[in-house]
């Protein structure tokens, strides 16, 4: 049985055209990037979202202008489904990294972060790990420490965005191997079993971590970058 493809997408979005992303705005998303005060994060979410329509007009086969964008009750967002397959997707930026994961048939959560230097790494890891992971984590050697912790996090970051519940569904009960590749220990209730679900690290420069979270049967990953 041939495995579904789920696409996934890197953009820098410094190369990414203003005006002409504006152009492709929603009324309501212009709205939302008139209330966006700091102007590179304005700049951000039009481009982002410009480069997310203009992607799932080419999957749907379908004008931009068509594409009618909603968000759940947790802020993940979703697209008015046409005849034909379910189209699942999901986005995430970080600085100027955007990635996004674009299949059909399927859950999809992904998750970006640049490792940077953080003071509170482990109050964030106890507040976020469960007890095993936090454990294993801070038998870890002090170098290793932060590129493990991003890789967690997005890991567990890109397990709520596929629930589609975000952070307050629980980031201790989504327990994971530490190790790749990674094996889902534990779920929080009313999301299945740990079996339903596979997590993916993904390809990415050095100073980056980022996760793939899917449900159903193993897929294929076909890496493009947008241009």
Not at 17 to 41: N, Q, T
Not at 207 to 222: N, Q
Request: proline share 4%; net charge positive.
């Amino acid at each position: 049985m041939e495995k579904s493809i789920i696409q996934l997408w890197f953009a820098d979005l410094t190369q990414g055209d203003y005006s002409k992303s504006w152009a492709l705005l929603s009324p309501g998303e212009r709205c939302r990037a008139e209330s966006l005060k700091v102007i590179k994060v304005r700049q951000r979410f039009v481009i982002s979202r410009a480069i997310l329509r203009q992607l799932l007009a080419d999957y749907m086969a379908v004008n931009c202008a068509a594409v009618e964008l909603f968000q759940g009750p947790f802020g993940k967002p979703y697209v008015r489904q046409r005849k034909g397959a379910h189209v699942a997707f999901n986005l995430s930026h970080t600085g100027d990294h955007l990635v996004i994961a674009l299949g059909c048939q399927r859950q999809i959560g992904v998750d970006i972060e640049v490792c940077r230097e953080r003071v509170n790494l482990d109050a964030l890891a106890e507040k976020c790990f469960s007890d095993s992971e936090l454990r294993q984590w801070q038998q870890l050697e002090s170098e290793d420490k932060k590129v493990t912790f991003y890789r967690i996090w997005t890991r567990k970051e890109s397990f709520v965005k596929a629930v589609g519940r975000g952070i307050s569904l629980g980031l201790k009960f989504c327990e994971m191997s530490i190790q790749a590749p990674v094996k889902v220990l534990s779920v929080p209730n009313n999301c299945g079993q740990p079996s339903d679900w596979q997590v993916i690290d993904l390809n990415v420069p050095l100073g980056l971590s980022a996760a793939m979270t899917t449900d159903g049967p193993e897929c294929k990953l076909i890496y493009r970058d947008w241009e």
